[in-house]
């Protein structure tokens, strides 16, 4: 039996490079379980902080340390010594199907996707709409708002507004006051893991965290605070989707952010959430509507704010290319919703190979 070569693409540019050398080697540990092992083989490549693609021993040592590579390390490798940013290891060509795993900025936003693309070879996960579109939380929003699913409000801004002239600045924060009022939270459009989000209360908090938002993106979303409990969903498929059980996050901080994410004990997960089953089936359905609005395949997972007080439930955001350590969110949810993580693994390239295929194709 020929074995399906599985490019294991992982790294990248953006700040989540730490986070997707643990999802690669989930990943690689899933692949070479004892149910995929005569099915798949693994061909790493690694992108590192400076955009180059490494083949070969260098990934490998990346996935056997969980560490990343410094650029004085490449002697690992001498294939890749001479390559520059916008040249391939040869052995891009013998990949069968593609398992992106960057999270972040050119890794989830669709760049890597249209590349992939373009090279005519199946990848796990959205295509570039989708991935575009779960990526900016503004043309997110307003895809979930043709959808016809409720959030909370917000206003979109962007850093030409923000840092225009000290006359336009205040009425700026005057808007925002009046429309959302306090707590609130100020985030850059485009980034990943809570990176530069902050939750504001007052005039003061408000016009740093505006232009601290804005040295990260040009585009910015300010969303009204809501008091809530936070739960999620995870989604299989692409024209069928599967959507799992419910989980929450529960943390102590003041509210989600970058560092309570990601230190461990920080915050729990609760799966399954302890929800009425009326609320986990309208969580699920709405889920699967997210997923469809944004044109999204293969994987995402879904946020939600549910307000227990009302019984209302609001979407906050979709993830088209989440955690995937065997500690985070979306792999438990599934494995809670009975598939197990190598199996989880399988059906997601095969998804990306039932996409491409020309039966799919419109």
């Known amino acids: 039996m020929t074995k399906l070569r599985v490019g294991l693409l992982f790294g990248g540019r953006s700040g989540e490079h730490e986070v997707s050398i643990s999802s690669a080697r989930a990943i690689a540990k899933a692949l070479n379980a004892e149910q995929n092992a005569n099915k798949y083989e693994i061909l790493p490549f690694y992108i590192q902080k400076d955009g180059r693609w490494l083949a070969g021993d260098a990934p490998q040592q990346v996935l056997g340390s969980g560490k990343p590579l410094l650029e004085s390390e490449n002697s690992l490798n001498s294939q ?6 916008w040249q391939f290891p040869s052995q891009v060509a013998e990949v069968d199907v ?35 579109l779960g990526m900016d939380k503004i043309a997110m929003k307003m895809a979930f708002e043709q959808a016809g699913l409720p959030q909370v ?19 700026l924060c005057d808007e925002i006051e009046a429309t959302l009022g306090y707590p609130c939270f100020v985030k850059p459009a485009n980034l990943g893991s809570s990176v530069g989000i902050a939750k504001v209360r007052s005039r003061s908090e408000l016009e740093t965290a505006l232009d601290q938002a804005a040295s990260y993106d040009r585009r910015i979303i300010v969303e009204a605070g809501v008091v809530a409990r936070e739960v999620e969903c995870a989604v299989l498929g692409n024209d069928q989707p599967q959507a799992s059980v419910i989980g929450e996050i529960t943390f102590d901080s003041d509210f989600y952010d970058y560092e309570t994410k990601y230190t461990e004990g920080r915050a729990d997960l609760v799966i399954p959430a302890s929800l009425p089953d009326n609320i986990s089936r309208q969580i699920q359905d709405m889920a699967l509507q997210a997923f469809a609005a944004v044109d999204a395949a293969g994987l995402a997972r879904v946020d ?16 088209t290319l989440p955690g995937f350590t065997a500690t985070s969110m ?3 949810l599934w494995s809670h919703s009975g598939v197990a993580f ?9 998804l990306a190979l039932e996409r491409h295929s020309p039966a799919s194709a419109e």
């Open 98 to 132: 593609w398992f992106p795993i960057l999270h972040g900025p050119n890794g989830e936003d669709g760049t890597i996707q249209g590349l992939l693309t373009l090279m005519q070879v199946p990848f796990v996960g959205s295509g570039v709409l989708g991935s575009a």
């Open 342 to 350: 190598p199996e989880l693994v399988d059906r997601l390239i095969q």
């Open 330 to 332: 979306y792999p438990q």
């Open 153 to 171: 409000k917000y206003k979109a801004l962007t850093r030409a507004q923000i840092w225009s002239n000290p006359c336009v600045f205040p009425k």
């Open 304 to 319: 939600f704010f549910y307000v227990e007080a009302t019984g209302e439930i609001l979407i906050n955001e979709i993830n």
């Open 80 to 85: 890749t010594q001479t390559l520059e940013r």
